[in-house]
T-cell receptor, first 114, second 115 residues
């Protein structure tokens, strides 16, 4: 079975500061990992995905994530937070790159202080 | 392209009733997955439909059932509603599994409240 754990249910950052959201995975097979963002009263939007092509993955809105097999981690970062980054972020894992039976973490809510 | 559309957006039902939620996938997509997102939690996979058949199922009771139509749209049915079924129900569509560089697109969800 595959699963992800997101460390920290809430993260508060100042505008312009680094955003770091932590995700650790558990998988018996090579995982395919995703980060999604959810704005209030919206569905989920894909930020980026790891499909074994490269360990550093760049996504939309200036976000990137690094796959570290030794640490079983896939942390999401953004160098400089913007007010529009306030949202809930979910890490997810699936058995393959195009099998969308996704297992999600509990989510991390990001607030951005002016 | 309207993307993934779900209806209704909000719904209030009484315990014991039955509910049907609907989803139209993004143009060109033939696979539909349904997720339940309880308040403050991540989405949980309910099941996935492809070629009008349920292909994969998560850990949900038989009260949860679905259907996919020839035009790839889908319905989620929940019988004998419980208070614990109150959640945001998300539909996601994706293209043929044979394509490698794909992305699942999510609808805005249906907020179900059971009273």
């Amino acid at each position: 079975a595959q699963s992800v754990t997101q460390l920290g249910s809430h993260v508060s950052v100042s505008e312009g500061a680094l955003v770091l959201l932590r995700c650790n995975y558990s998988s018996s097979v090579p995982p395919y990992l995703f980060w999604y963002v959810q704005y209030p009263n919206q569905g989920l939007q894909l930020l980026l995905k790891y499909t074994s092509a490269a360990t550093l993955v760049k996504g939309i809105n200036g976000f990137e994530a690094e796959f570290k097999k030794s640490e079983t981690s896939f942390h999401l970062t953004k160098p400089s937070a913007h007010m529009s980054d306030a949202a809930e972020y979910f890490c997810a894992v699936s058995p393959s790159s195009n099998d969308y039976k996704l297992s999600f973490g509990a989510g991390t809510t990001v607030t951005v202080r002016a | 392209d309207a993307g993934v559309t779900q209806s209704p957006t909000h719904l209030i039902k009484t315990r014991g009733q039955q509910v049907t939620l609907r989803c139209s996938p993004k143009s060109g997509h033939d696979t539909v997955s349904w997720y339940q997102q309880a308040l403050g939690q991540g989405p949980q996979f309910i099941f996935q439909y492809y070629e009008e058949e349920e292909r994969q199922r998560g850990n949900f009771p038989d009260r949860f059932s679905g259907h996919q139509f020839p035009n790839y749209s889908s319905e989620l049915n929940v019988n004998a509603l419980l208070l614990g079924d109150s959640a945001l129900y998300l539909c996601a569509s994706s293209p043929l599994k044979s394509e490698s560089n794909t992305e699942a697109f999510f609808g805005q969800g249906t907020r179900l409240t059971v009273v």
